[in-house]
């Protein structure tokens, strides 16, 4: 059984079609890069599986369990945590109250500790400016930031929506170490990004999203090398 099963899901805006029945998997321990063009249905992909958008049809199974329904609040206490595009921190609140958000629904205060020390020591640059305001960060602290938040939920899947937005070339390599590491240490990741080849670098597997639907699957280090997925996204 696959962590996260995607079973032909349909997202509607009103009389427009975002998500026109894709299905896709994700197992435990891997990295899967969604890749394709603004306006491919990505972060609605990603929205849906949080909870922040319903289905209009089709299902979402998380474990063996359907969360189509269920309030994203509940699905971050069942192990899916979001790093949002635009990183959306909480920028008049200190870097220490962002990190406490992202524990919102865990109980145990020794185990929310050892997190936050895990996170320390994972991003020191977040410890230096504890008391900082998020909002006076870099983009690459900001970035940093919004992934301590998701894992401060102690997820098994983490969805990262564009973490390279914005940051610059050397930024970037860094961000993309850090999610290899995060999944190296053990949680799953889904990754939706526009870099395509950082992605594709990383990924075990990838699907490519186009116009709301998936018009190509496979691993990743194949679909790097694809004529198709080399001119449409890899500037090659």
């Not at 116009?211 to 790097?224: P, Y």
């Amino acid at each position: 059984m696959a962590m996260l099963e995607i079973n032909d899901l349909q997202v509607s805006y009103g009389m427009i079609n975002a998500i026109k029945g894709i299905s896709f998997s994700v197992e435990k321990g891997e990295i899967i890069a969604l890749i394709g063009a603004n306006g491919a249905g990505k972060t609605t992909t990603m929205h849906t599986i949080s909870g922040l958008l319903r289905p209009k049809s089709g299902n979402i199974l998380f474990n063996g369990v359907d969360i189509s329904k269920v309030p994203a609040h509940k699905i971050v206490s069942m192990g899916i945590a979001q790093v949002p595009e635009r990183r959306r921190v909480f920028s008049q609140l200190s870097v220490m109250d962002n990190l406490k958000m992202g524990a919102f629904t865990r109980s145990d205060a020794r185990e929310k500790e050892e997190t936050l020390e895990m996170i320390f020591q994972r991003f020191p640059r977040l410890k230096e400016r504890a008391n900082q305001a998020a909002g006076t960060l870099s983009g690459g602290e900001q970035q940093m930031l919004a992934m301590g938040r998701a894992l401060m939920s102690k997820p098994q899947l983490i969805l990262m929506d564009e973490p390279s937005m914005g940051l610059s070339p050397l930024l970037v390599s860094e961000v993309f170490d850090i999610i290899q590491s995060i999944n190296d240490a053990g949680t799953t990741v889904l990754l939706v990004e526009q870099n395509a080849k950082k992605a594709l670098s990383i990924a075990d597997r990838a699907y490519v999203l186009e116009t709301g639907t998936i018009s190509l699957e496979g691993k990743a280090s194949d679909l790097i090398n694809d004529d198709s997925v080399k001119k449409a996204y890899l500037g090659e």
